[in-house]
């Protein structure tokens, strides 16, 4: 649910550090709105991006069960079935 912020986020920081750079530069108001605005629409578009490798990534990850199940069946030579358990794990 969190990553629904991560477009949003990553304009937000852009813009604000855009402004900054452009009061300590002392860049005219309209300049400085351009600009500001054309950083917006591109780290909106760069923070899409990024939310949909973190949620790839995110998706596409084994869990950490798994793992651990999928390695102790390994050398049994036989598929994990869901009611099995890991030997040494306690239920």
Known sequence: MRERYIPALVMLLAGAITSVINIVNRVKVEDGLKRLLLVLVIFYVVGIIL????????????????EIQEEAMEGTGEEAKPGDTVPGSKK
Do not use: E
């Open 51 to 66: 939310k949909a490798i973190i949620l790839r990534t995110v998706i596409n990850a084994p869990k950490k069960g798994d």
